[in-house]
């Protein structure tokens, strides 16, 4: 009987890796170096260039997703009504994908 049981058994680690990656959660980490490299020469505090709210913070970051509009600001092309970085390019598609993951996930600080 014991053979029985033995001959059943698998010592492969196949079986405990999971195919599908994990899904990414965004956090403000990730969020706060796009704008650190893109809004802070604008979006500092106090504001410059005519910039309406600072983006320094985690807190007003997530204000401006929430209350600002910013994710269609950066969403827009270049050009457009309102588009940001103001006067400069538009962010990589792979970051604004980012900002909104990090809405879609909660808007999480950490």
């Known amino acids: 009987l014991s053979l029985t049981f033995l ?15 994990l ?18 020469s604008c979006h500092s505090n106090p504001p410059k260039n005519g910039a309406p709210i600072p983006l320094t ?13 910013l994710l269609d600001r950066i969403a827009n092309q270049a050009g457009e009504s309102g588009a940001m970085p103001a006067g400069g390019p ?6 604004i994908e980012q900002m909104i993951q990090w809405l879609s996930d909660g808007l999480l600080e950490q």
């Open 57 to 69: 913070t985690y807190s007003e970051v997530k204000t401006a997703v929430e209350n600002s509009s």
């Open 7 to 21: 001959g059943c058994t698998s010592i492969s680690t196949d079986d405990l890796i999971d195919a599908q990656p």
């Open 23 to 40: 899904p990414t959660v965004v956090t403000y980490n990730e969020v706060k170096a796009i704008i650190n490299n893109n809004c802070i």
């Open 90 to 95: 538009r962010l990589p598609q792979n970051q």
